[in-house]
């Protein structure tokens, strides 16, 4: 009798140790969604934990996770490149604002082809990822690339096969490019995709592509200098030949008013411009009106903290800082739609 | 009749050879397997993997420190919750249902229970904790392991303490002992050793499985002992690194594997000598 | 006084129908709550079957009310963009890889209880069976690894001479075109079949000890060789048994996630080839489920698990059914 008491009054007190979580010093916070966005919430959050003790844990599951457990409730914050329609954020009791400006390359894995040699076009793309150009050295891509020796082998397309923000800015951009795409298939986070191969989160992708030869797939280019593999460059829709880089992906930012859209709604594929990158992408953080006041605050404060100080490191992996009067806005925008701000 | 002598023994080497060949099949894929990990593993072990947590994407870190942590947290209250209840189980089994039609019901289904595919264990545990609470928790990941474990402990049980010879309960009983005394101070302690390899098989059961922990203890890039949120864990940190392009990500991948097949095996060992120890009735 | 009673009692019925013992109240509650927790302890557990399945309906009803039962079954198009969803392609996918695991590792596993059980000398078989007992305790999240990382680049070498010899032949061929990727259909099947070898084996062989060894040696002592003995005498007696067990790695197989996950490409899309990519309903689940947008989605996805619970719930069942029948016939040694 006297052993039991002493077992229960042990595993009491292990059951109260164990389930504190939130009264220990440091705060805790979960966040979901973008792949595309992981490198830069890891970087920042890393930073910030030092700086803080605040413990910011992302789970990179793709944007479509990100807006589904947001919309639920199980996450403090869900990152989307995909920005929510204004009416779909007012049905749901969401705000989203904009974190960072980025793009997506072609990543291929091309034996004797090497880094940045290979010249894509929108529609070749749209075409390569209808399955309608099924080898490396079908005339289409010969045509822009006269100058490599192209093998006669069997193109593997990769695409993601969770609910993706990337493939959203991908697949917007294929429609802007290719009515066919537009007609057939559509753009959202995941599409019913006509062929090829699924990776998990942009790692995935990257790491079919570094695996499979004669494969190809779009990246968030972060990755691919990660990983230092192949990317394309392309034909933008000045029809100049353009590299993926931090500048490519700001031009394109720089055709778009983020302070005048609503609920911060815009999409930065195919503008114009000499050195624009066409597939340029924004990320956004999701949150919920009614969460706990204090969540909300925790989250405004981390990103608060990386507009202001973590633009080095943002750059530093070609994420593109949002210029100052948007950060304004943002600050606006958390003040008049929550109610509250920093 | 020589050709037909001849056409069976014909038949027979062939046959042999065979055979020898599907066995030599199987080794072989286990020598494979088995050297991978080890030679990955090993090559990828290094002294921070325990003394720091997991690194963000793009660092050369290494650290492994809270997915450790977290599997063992999963193991101990998947321990908890299931030992009671497969003990219980096949406690009833062996001492109070015999061989009635429910008892014999209720091994039925617990056979069925043991051949369970995880991931329709992670949707259940989904289904009555996270959905209910709203968010993921280590605490759901330890009720689908436990889930997981019941079956076999409930067997191993059930199976070790019907081995126990007639003569000691009836000897306990002759000195006025009740039931649950006999069971719990007799029968219990002479099939310990059989009862406890029934706990290590479905430890080892539960170590390295992935998919229920994918909807419900998720996985949690920091170290963190709170039973109520996400935990990280070995197995789903293996899945984001192995499938990332990440060099060293790749690396602790494969040491993390190793070390979970290096913990399952060592528990296989230990769960077979106790099992030598069992003792079966003349 | 007490004793002796209960001591006449035991040699007539089982302990638990212990008289109510009058002068201790304390013990009558010890036994009472003792005897509650045990039945509570086996309630759970023979409970836990059906709770999954009514917990899980109850979850993909609202894809149930949508899509019906059929259509969603017969349905190929998965598309969270229209939120439509159908099971089509993914039940193929895991009816496909679990047959190819099947076709590739029945024989071998036969092969390996033969050769345990009746050709290898008493030095080979312990190492050789607790090898292969081995490949059971490796975690299939290292099968996974193994596969994606080690075992496919290799493979990925072996595909353009299967393409080359097997894609040629008119017809079948079909089934085997595709590009050198080392992941899919095929490579999944290989990796079950691996998979499953212990458990299939293991049981052949269990079964196979166990028949008479007067039926054996009366058999040899007649001049029947080996491969006669195990193919007219053995398999036959232990027909059932064998069957059970050929379900239970079936059972194995169709419900396997990690490995499969790693490999199997994640295409949506149904394709003739075993060299392509595919899907099967864990693998969609795995990738899936974590970012279904909406309610519809995640129903559906669930939707699915139910469909493969009771595929699963099936074979394992008969499994269960015919690895008993053997024991209780035909006069199993324990």
Redesign the interface.
Same mark, same amino acid.
């Given at each position: 009798m006297k052993r039991f008491a002493v077992i229960t009054l042990f595993?009491m007190a292990l059951a109260t /140790?164990?389930? &504190?979580?939130d009264s220990k010093a440091a705060t805790?916070l979960?966040g $979901?969604g973008s792949t595309w966005v992981?490198?830069l919430v890891? %970087?920042w959050? $890393?930073e910030y934990?030092k700086l803080t003790g605040t *413990?910011i +844990?992302?789970?990179s599951? =793709?944007? #479509? #996770? =990100? @807006?589904?457990?947001i %919309?639920?409730? &199980? /996450?403090a914050f869900g990152a989307s490149d995909m920005p929510l329609k204004p009416e779909d954020l007012k049905a749901a009791g969401l705000i989203q604002f904009p974190t960072a400006v980025a793009g997506a390359a072609m990543g291929y894995n091309i034996p004797g082809v090497k880094p940045g040699e290979l010249i894509l076009s929108g529609p070749v793309v749209a075409d390569i990822y209808l399955g309608k150009i099924k080898k490396w050295n079908d005339p289409a891509l010969t045509k822009l690339n006269p100058d490599l020796k192209l093998p006669d082998? !069997? @193109?593997?397309v990769v695409h993601r096969?969770?609910?993706s923000g990337t493939t959203f800015t991908f697949t917007d951009y294929l429609c802007k490019v290719s009515p066919e795409w537009k007609e057939k298939i559509?753009e +959202? &986070?995941? /599409? $019913?995709?006509?062929? =090829? /191969? #699924? =990776? %998990?989160?942009s *790692?995935?992708v990257?790491?079919y592509v570094?695996? @499979?030869?004669?494969?190809i797939g779009y990246v968030e280019y !972060?990755?691919l200098l *990660? &990983?230092h *593999?192949a990317y394309s460059r392309m034909i933008n829709s000045d029809g100049k030949v353009v590299s993926p880089s931090l500048k490519g992906f700001q031009d394109a930012a720089g055709h778009v008013d983020f302070t005048k859209a609503q609920d911060f709604y815009v999409i930065l594929t195919d503008k114009p411009g000499p050195e624009t990158w066409p597939i340029s992408g924004c990320t956004w953080q999701i949150l919920r009106k009614n969460a706990p006041k204090e969540t909300n605050m925790e989250v405004m404060k981390f990103f608060d903290w990386g507009f202001e100080h973590g633009q080095n490191m943002a750059e530093s @992996?070609a994420f593109g800082p949002l210029p100052p009067s948007t950060v304004q806005a943002i600050k606006n925008y958390w003040k008049t739609e929550l109610g509250y701000g920093l | 009749m020589r050709s037909v002598l001849a056409r069976r023994h014909v038949v027979d080497v062939v046959s042999k050879i065979l055979m020898g060949a599907a066995t030599a099949i199987g080794v072989f894929f286990l020598f494979w397997i088995i050297w991978t990990t080890l030679h990955f593993g090993i090559s990828g072990m290094h002294w921070d993997l325990f003394t720091k947590d997991t690194p963000p994407p793009g660092t050369n870190a290494f650290g492994l420190r809270n997915a450790f942590v977290g599997s063992l947290i999963l193991l101990a209250l998947s321990l908890i919750i299931g030992v009671p209840v497969g003990l219980m189980g096949g406690t009833w089994l062996a001492e109070y249902g015999f061989h009635s039609r429910t008892a014999n019901a209720v091994r039925f289904i617990n056979d069925i229970m043991l051949s369970a595919p995880s991931i329709e264990i992670g949707l259940f545990a989904y289904a009555i904790v996270v959905a209910p609470t709203g968010h993921f928790s280590a605490f759901a990941g330890s009720v689908a392991l436990a889930v997981l474990m019941i079956p076999i402990i409930v067997r191993t049980t059930d199976e070790m303490l019907s081995l126990v010879a007639g003569d000691m309960r009836e000897a306990a009983i002759a000195l006025g002992a009740p039931t649950w005394v006999v069971i719990t101070k007799v029968t219990w302690k002479a099939a310990r050793a059989g009862i406890l390899t029934g706990v290590l098989i479905g430890l080892a059961r539960i170590t390295g499985e992935t998919a229920p922990l994918l909807f419900t203890a998720l996985n949690n890039q920091f170290f963190s002992a709170d039973l109520f949120h996400p935990i990280a864990n070995l197995p789903v940190v293996i899945f984001q690194f192995a499938l990332s392009p990440y060099a060293n990500w790749q690396q602790m991948a494969w040491a993390a594997a190793f070390i979970t097949v290096m913990f399952v095996l060592v528990l296989s060992l230990v769960a077979r000598w106790f099992l030598g120890k069992v003792q079966v009735p003349k | 006084m007490n004793g002796t009673d209960a001591a006449v009692r035991t040699e007539m019925g089982p302990v638990s129908e212990e008289p109510k013992s009058s002068d201790r109240p304390w013990r009558l509650s010890g036994d009472f709550l003792f005897h509650k927790a045990a039945v509570f302890g086996a309630f759970l557990a023979a409970a836990a079957l059906f709770a999954t399945v009514i917990a899980i309906t109850y979850d993909s009803w609202t894809s149930i009310q949508t899509f019906g039962v059929w259509r969603f079954i017969k349905s190929s198009e998965w598309n969270p963009v229209t939120q439509t969803f159908g099971a089509f392609p993914f039940i193929i996918g895991t009816l496909v890889s679990s047959a190819i695991a099947m076709v590739l590792g029945v024989p071998i596993s036969f092969g390996i209880a033969v050769f345990i059980a009746e050709i290898a000398p008493a030095w080979i078989k312990r190492p050789v069976a607790g090898a292969i007992e081995l490949l059971a305790a490796i975690p299939s999240i290292v099968y996974g690894l193994w596969g994606l990382l080690v075992f496919a680049p290799v493979f990925a070498n072996a595909e353009p001479w299967i393409n080359d010899k097997f894609g040629a032949i008119p017809g079948i061929g079909l089934l085997f075109q595709g590009p050198p990727m080392g992941i899919g259909m095929l490579t999944a099947g290989i990796v079950l079949a691996i998979m499953v070898l212990p458990y299939i084996s293991s049981i052949m062989r269990d079964v196979f000890l166990v028949v008479p060894s007067s039926l054996r040696e009366s058999a040899y002592a007649m001049g029947a060789t080996t491969w006669e003995v195990a193919w007219n005498i053995i398999l036959p007696y232990t027909r059932s048994a064998v069957i059970g067990g050929i379900f239970l790695g079936l059972g194995r197989a169709l419900g396997e996630t990690m490995a499969v996950t790693f490999v199997i490409g994640n295409s949506n899309v149904l394709s003739a080839s075993l060299l392509m990519p595919g899907a099967t309903i864990p693998s969609v689940l795995a990738n899936e489920f974590t970012e279904a947008t909406t309610k519809l989605y995640l129903s559906s996805l669930i939707y699915l698990g139910l469909i493969l619970i009771a595929v699963t719930l099936v074979v394992r069942f008969l499994a269960v059914l015919l690895i008993r029948h053997l024991g209780r016939h035909e006069g199993a040694s324990t």
């Open positions: 595993a /140790v164990f389930s &504190t979580g805790s979960t $979901a992981y490198p890891a %970087k959050s $890393a934990q *413990e +844990n992302y789970q599951i =793709g944007s #479509g #996770g =990100g @807006i589904a457990q %919309k639920a409730g &199980t /996450v082998m !069997a @193109i593997t096969s969770d609910g559509g +959202n &986070t995941s /599409v $019913a995709w006509p062929t =090829g /191969v #699924g =990776g %998990k989160g *790692e995935g990257a790491s570094q695996r @499979i030869p004669g494969s !972060a990755y *990660e &990983t *593999e @992996i | - | -």
